[in-house]
């Protein structure tokens, strides 16, 4: 079996900083740039090229999981055409349709929650059905959803550091072996991602995206902090060659 593909999600809308990194660690770093921060798509978009130009790999996102910029988020993708969107459950499927219809390779995750117990999950991250009490759904049922709607990523939030990792690992296993790609976060650090990766690889995801946002940036500040960000791809190098 090939070795996993491990990718690092960081967010910031600093250009050099984002630029910094990529270049330091060429093709591992995905730069989020969430909607929630920006008062209109335009703005967000002047950003996502300027960054585009840096050469930097684009995570358009929500922000928090933010189900009110759902469709702000799809506008910035389209618009932009990025790496990676970052997406709720039920506009996934819209977002890849409109992306594809427009020629983007743009890989489309879907938001899923915890349940009430591992092997469980939420779909109900949408807008009107957030506001729903939830319904946790068997994890390979979301799973077979998601493949009828031809999206293959799915993001785990919010992981609270490791106190969700079973649920998470039994995320993983049910997702892995459908090829999708498998997206951790929430409360993520260096510290803690090596479990993370494990139980990521050891469930034979091959595709792996943990999403660390605060844990590497300058305390205070949008800065990413590029010794954070080095000491988490060296985990994640680690990882790899463990696997």
């Known amino acids: 079996m090939a070795s996993p593909r491990i990718l690092l999600n960081v967010q ?19 730069v989020g740039v969430p909607m929630k921060g920006f008062a209109d798509v335009a703005t967000a978009a002047t950003v996502v090229r300027g960054m585009h130009k840096a050469g930097v790999l684009i995570s358009a996102g929500l922000g928090d999981g933010a189900a009110d910029q759902w469709e702000r988020a799809h ?5 932009t055409r990025p790496f ?24 489309v995750n879907a938001l899923v929650r915890p349940g009430d117990a591992p092997g ?36 785990f939030f919010p992981m609270s550091g490791l106190t969700r990792l079973d649920d998470y690992a039994a995320l993983v296993d049910a997702a892995a072996p459908a090829g999708f790609m498998v997206e951790a976060t929430g409360g993520l650090t260096p510290e803690n991602l090596g479990a ?9 995801a091959q595709r792996i995206m943990p999403h660390l946002y605060s844990s590497v940036k300058v305390p205070g500040t949008d800065l990413l902090d590029p010794e954070r960000v080095a000491a988490a791809v060296g985990v994640i190098e680690a990882a790899e060659a463990a696997s």
């Open 12 to 30: 910031t809308n600093d250009v050099e900083g984002a630029r910094a990194v990529s270049e330091a660690h060429p093709g591992r770093i995905v």
């Open 196 to 204: 993370v990766l494990r139980v990521s690889i050891g469930g034979g």
């Open 84 to 107: 990676h969107l970052n997406q709720v459950f039920p506009a996934a499927g819209y977002s890849r349709g409109a992306l594809r219809a427009v020629g983007a390779e743009t890989i």
């Open 120 to 155: 469980r999950v939420v779909i109900g991250t949408g807008i009107h059905s957030e506001k729903l009490r939830p319904h946790p759904l068997p994890v390979e049922l979301a799973v077979a959803l998601l493949k009828d709607i031809g999206v293959d990523s799915v993001k």
């Open 75 to 79: 506008g910035l993708a389209v618009e």
